[in-house]
C-alpha cells in the first residue's frame, strides 16, 4: 500500500514502508494520514518541490533543498507542519547564509573609487593591470612626471590593482560586521 499526496503541481507517492521509517511520527502529515485512515489519497495545495525538500530532509535527516525552492516558502511550511526543530533552525540558518553571501556579492558588484587613478571599479573585475598611474605629480615647470620622467601623455610607470578610497573600505568594513553580527 502507498500514500498519494496531490499537490498543486503533481503528486507524489509515498510506499508504506517508507512512511513507516521516516514520515511516521508526530507532526501535520500523520496527523492527515491517521484523520484519513481509510484512504490512500490526501490533497494539498502545495508546491511539490517544497514538499519532496521536506521529505527528503526527514529521510535524509539533513537539510536537502530541491531546485527553484523559496528558504522561505520552505521554512514556513515545514514550522507550520510541525517539522522538526533541527529542520526549522537548519532552514533558517541556510537563509541567513544566502543574505551573507548575496551581500558578499553585492560588495564584488559596488563600484568603488580608486584611490591612486580616480577611475571607478568593482573589485570582480580588478587585475594586476586595472590601474595605470603615475606616483608623483606632473611638473608643470619641466612637463615631466616628477616619478619617472615621463612627459605629458606618457604610459604611466604604475600598474597594479586598484585600490579603493578610505571611505568605501568603511563600507566593507560595516558589511563584514553587520555580517558577524547575525
Request: glycine share 4%.
Given at each position: 500500500?502507498?500514500?498519494?499526496?496531490?499537490?498543486?503541481?503533481g503528486t507524489i507517492t509515498i510506499?508504506?514502508?517508507?512512511?513507516?521509517?521516516?514520515?511516521?511520527?508526530?507532526?501535520?502529515?500523520?496527523?492527515?494520514?491517521?484523520?484519513?485512515?481509510?484512504?490512500?489519497?490526501?490533497?494539498?495545495?502545495?508546491?511539490?518541490?517544497?514538499?519532496?525538500?521536506?521529505?527528503?530532509?526527514?529521510?535524509?535527516?539533513?537539510?536537502?533543498?530541491?531546485?527553484?525552492?523559496?528558504?522561505?516558502?520552505?521554512?514556513?511550511?515545514?514550522?507550520?507542519?510541525?517539522?522538526?526543530?533541527?529542520?526549522?533552525?537548519?532552514?533558517?540558518?541556510?537563509?541567513?547564509?544566502?543574505?551573507?553571501?548575496?551581500?558578499?556579492?553585492?560588495?564584488?558588484?559596488?563600484?568603488?573609487?580608486?584611490?591612486?587613478?580616480?577611475?571607478?571599479?568593482?573589485?570582480?573585475?580588478?587585475?594586476?593591470?586595472?590601474?595605470?598611474?603615475?606616483?608623483?605629480?606632473?611638473?608643470?615647470?619641466?612637463?615631466?612626471?616628477?616619478?619617472?620622467?615621463?612627459?605629458?601623455?606618457?604610459?604611466?610607470?604604475?600598474?597594479?590593482?586598484?585600490?579603493?578610497?578610505?571611505?568605501?573600505?568603511?563600507?566593507?568594513?560595516?558589511?563584514?560586521?553587520?555580517?558577524?553580527?547575525?
Open positions: 500500500m502507498s500514500f498519494i499526496i496531490e499537490l498543486r503541481d510506499p508504506k514502508k517508507m512512511y513507516e521509517l521516516y514520515l511516521d511520527f508526530d507532526w501535520y502529515l500523520s496527523g492527515l494520514v491517521n484523520f484519513n485512515l481509510g484512504e490512500n489519497k490526501i490533497s494539498l495545495w502545495e508546491d511539490k518541490n517544497v514538499v519532496m525538500s521536506i521529505f527528503d530532509s526527514l529521510k535524509y535527516k539533513k537539510l536537502i533543498v530541491h531546485e527553484n525552492v523559496s528558504l522561505e516558502y520552505l521554512y514556513i511550511l515545514a514550522d507550520m507542519w510541525c517539522s522538526p526543530k533541527w529542520l526549522i533552525d537548519g532552514i533558517k540558518e541556510k537563509q541567513q547564509t544566502n543574505q551573507q553571501m548575496n551581500e558578499k556579492i553585492n560588495i564584488l558588484h559596488h563600484t568603488f573609487n580608486c584611490y591612486h587613478c580616480s577611475s571607478g571599479f568593482r573589485e570582480i573585475n580588478n587585475t594586476p593591470n586595472s590601474c595605470k598611474h603615475h606616483l608623483r605629480m606632473f611638473n608643470h615647470n619641466t612637463n615631466k612626471w616628477n616619478c619617472c620622467g615621463g612627459s605629458h601623455g606618457s604610459d604611466p610607470c604604475i600598474v597594479g590593482f586598484h585600490v579603493a578610497q578610505i571611505y568605501d573600505f568603511n563600507l566593507v568594513y560595516n558589511l563584514i560586521n553587520k555580517n558577524q553580527e547575525t
